[in-house]
């Protein structure tokens, strides 16, 4: 079994920034790509960021291309999304996802296995 715990999710002024982690327990973390999606209320879920089972193949939607960025450090078995200049829309439930392929890295929520619980980001305005 996998199991995800993210962290790091609060209320922040727009412009301002944060950084949410998941941790990820499974001692084969680097066999997985991952991903973060977010919900907003009455919103399905989005798309955020992917990362291969390396830093190199990374991935991001329009939305947030320039603003956020994605790591991961497989010694420690987390992600990470680092988010910048934060806007209102980026107000949402931000949930990681783990997908087992050292290949392919998935975009869409239903090709990933296993989910954390959630961590609330909101930005005021």
């Known amino acids: 079994q996998v199991q995800l715990v993210e962290s790091g999710g609060e209320l922040v002024q727009a412009g301002g920034s944060l950084r949410l982690s998941c941790a990820v327990s499974r001692r084969t973390f680097s066999d997985f790509a991952m991903g973060w999606f977010r919900q907003a209320p009455g919103k399905e879920r989005e798309f955020v960021a992917a990362?291969?089972?390396?830093?190199?193949?990374?991935y991001y939607s329009d939305s947030v291309k320039g603003r956020f960025t994605i790591s991961r450090d497989n010694a420690k078995n987390t992600v990470y999304l680092q988010m910048n200049s934060l806007k209102p829309e980026d107000t949402a439930v931000y949930y990681c996802?783990?997908?087992?392929?050292?290949?392919?890295?998935?975009?869409?929520?239903?090709?990933?296995?296993?989910w954390g619980q959630g961590t609330q980001v909101t930005v005021s305005s």
């Open positions: 996802a783990a997908h087992y392929s050292t290949i392919v890295v998935p975009r869409t929520d239903n090709n990933y296995e296993y």
């Open positions: 990362i291969g089972w390396r830093d190199i193949n990374t």
